[in-house]
């Protein structure tokens, strides 16, 4: 896929797959697969959520707020980190995982690593939390958003600015020091800071918790496991 496919351009400008998934998801497959200045053009869409194709005569702006899904495996062999037949060197690994920049994925709220399954637990018949359940919490946390919100042009966490974080996003002291570490250990962008607060934010409406509290923080830190790996561009 070229940067015009994904974003949209052309002697006659067209939108591309970010603009087309408007309201809607876009989901990358072997995200290290694509080409690194393929991946880097979403930066900015995925900030303003709109894309501004300039020609000489004219601007056009196409609407780009899509929720971004992307898959990799952990290393070029697929194996790592648990199987012996994991083939690839560090040096391997560490160049594939740099295809991906920190300000790419400072811009992706939610890193989560899949383990393996092993295949006893593929027989388990033990039944998790019913989809129809988690539909419930999702539709009320968005209710609480958007009465949170009805003063703003704005409905939910995600769209949320600096100005709007300090007034609806306050910390007490022990969830404000658990981040503060966080930062600091991690060497976390403020960006990556950011999106804690949101996702954290987030966690404490499902719970329909009026409060962020330092367990909501602790998850949210979790789910920014991809600055804890190699990379470091």
Known sequence: MTDVALVGG???????????????????DEMPEFKRTVLEV??????????????????????????????????????????????SSVFEMQRYMNKLSGPL?????????????????????????????IRKRVLKAREIQNERYKDLQISYNAQIGP???EMFFELDDASFNLIKQAMEKLNLSARAFDRI?????????????ESILSHHISEAIQYRSLDREFWNV
């Open 105 to 133: 994925l400072d811009r992706i709220d939610i890193h989560v690593e899949v383990q393996k399954v092993e295949f006893e637990k593929l027989k388990d018949k033990r039944k998790g939390e019913k989809s129809e359940d």
């Open 163 to 165: 100005k709007e974080t």
């Open 10 to 28: 052309g002697s006659y400008p067209q939108p591309g797959e970010i603009s087309l998934a408007h309201n809607g998801v876009l989901f990358l």
């Open 197 to 209: 607060l949101k996702v954290a934010r987030t966690i404490a409406d499902l719970e329909e918790s």
């Open 42 to 87: 979403m930066r900015q869409p995925l900030e303003d959520r709109e894309v501004t194709i300039s020609r000489a005569r004219f601007t056009v702006n196409y609407p780009a707020s899509f929720m971004l899904i992307a898959s990799m495996n952990p290393s070029p062999s697929g194996y790592f980190p648990d199987d012996p037949n994991n083939t």
